[in-house]
């Protein structure tokens, strides 16, 4: 649907901003008064990540006039590959220090204002408060929830994006739009009407896990951010009751109809959103004394095992391509995946045959999801290691990579 500008605009530009936004100015549906909105725009940018890197970019470029960027993150070797804001000096640095630069160098007429905190239900509204738009990059479902929420909430648009390996998703959420030019208001379409009850815990891989080819983000992200400039100077038709999906192998764009969820009731609360998503306190696993061996545990074990004195099976429950990049000796290939579907637990019962079984992941979050359903399973001799392969990379086996 067509929506109204969501912004005023801002005074005349100056002579430096008329030549800077030439090439956009003259484009009949923005012109000079589009030019002004951007101005006059505070827009706020949640995550300084895969998708909030060309978003901030973009929008800065453009000449929003006001840029807000949320994260706690620092910058990590492994995120540059495609969180294109950041560069190689900026690896130990605090995203939003490190997107503010560079956004500064894109264009300093931009003001950003830095948000270096995680977003949660005691600071969210307080964040969001005072932004004429929100765009949400985030990668993972309760901060995804909260924001959605929050803008509902305060009656902000959300623009939402997200990536996994060579595909990925966009489109704009608003709880109560204003009225087109026909003076016609559509239905309010929020995060919850696209995702009503959240996935089960570790059944959608992270880009961690799964990985995401960079120039998806790219082309994400920059759809995201026309889209929100498209808000701002009321320009062409929005994406609201509409999610469009990229297929990067097969290079094409579908779009699927997004409706109200029935009687949807009104948000008019932040809750505990990790709970909520089932990664909280109180669900998933529960920490008991015995259920973690650390890294150099785990190392005396196995030396234990090398010598006749100790026997149990050492379970790696990450992918094929991870185990490329780093492992450890001595584990087995099960993927959680086969554990989630049940399909792996006939093969992994006979291969302990009554043993200790010890898993082992990236980081432990995975193999705690796989202990729990280990121990729903009757493995009731099992534990996993705490801080996977990462921890025993630190402190085990230094010279071996990471990711």
């Known amino acids: 649907m067509s929506l109204p500008p969501l912004v005023e605009p801002a005074a005349d530009l100056g002579p430096d901003e008329v030549r800077r936004y ?49 994260d706690d993150d620092v910058v990590d070797p492994t995120n540059l590959h495609r969180q294109v804001v950041h560069g190689t000096g900026d690896v130990g640095r605090a995203k939003v220090d490190s997107a ?13 204002v830095r948000h270096r905190e995680r977003l949660t239900s005691a600071n969210a509204l307080d964040v969001l408060r005072g932004y004429h738009l929100v765009i949400d990059g985030t990668d993972t479902f ?21 990536v996994l390996r060579f595909d990925g998703q966009v489109s704009l959420f608003w709880a109560a739009p204003p009225p087109g030019p026909d003076g016609v208001a559509e239905p309010g379409v929020t995060y919850r ?9 570790g059944s959608v891989p992270s880009c961690a896990e799964g990985g995401v080819l960079g ?38 764009w579908r779009e699927i109809r997004v409706r109200p969820a029935g009687e949807r009731p009104a948000v008019t609360e932040l809750v505990d959103y ?38 149990f099976v050492l379970v790696d429950v990450r992918e094929p391509w ?24 006939p093969g992994l019962a006979e291969l302990a045959a009554g043993r200790r079984v010890v898993l082992h992941c990236k980081s432990g979050g995975r193999s705690a999801e796989a202990l729990a359903l280990l121990r729903s399973a009757g493995f009731a001799d099992a534990v996993h290691l ?8 630190e402190d085990v086996d230094p010279g071996q990579d990471t990711y």
Do not use: H
């Open 22 to 70: 030439a090439r956009q100015v003259t484009l009949p549906a923005l012109g000079l008064t589009g030019q002004r909105r951007l101005a006059a725009a505070r827009v706020l940018v949640v995550g300084a990540g895969g998708l909030g890197s060309p978003v901030l970019l973009y929008l800065a470029a453009a000449g929003v006039g006001t840029i807000g960027v949320v």
């Open 100 to 112: 503010a630069d560079t956004v500064a160098a894109v264009n300093p007429l931009v003001t950003v």
């Open 142 to 162: 309760p901060t995804r929830y909260l924001v959605g929420d929050a803008c509902a909430i305060l009656g902000l648009p959300c623009v939402w994006g997200s």
């Open 193 to 201: 009407d696209l995702f009503p009850e959240p996935p089960p815990p």
């Open 215 to 252: 120039a998806v983000c790219a082309v994400v992200g920059a759809t995201m951010a026309a889209e929100a400039l498209k808000l701002v100077t009321g320009t062409g038709r929005s994406l609201l009751g509409r999610l469009l999906v990229y297929e990067g192998l097969g290079a094409t």
């Open 274 to 311: 990790e709970a909520f998503c089932g990664v909280g306190p109180g669900r998933g696993v529960q920490a008991r004394p015995g259920d973690e061996v650390t890294a150099p545990e785990l190392a005396a074990l196995l030396a234990d095992r090398e010598r006749g004195a100790a026997d």
């Open 322 to 345: 991870e185990r490329e990049i780093v492992a450890i000796p001595g584990a087995v290939p099960v993927p959680v995946g086969g554990i989630r579907s049940g399909e792996a637990l």
């Open 386 to 393: 705490a801080g996977g392969v990462l921890a025993w990379v």
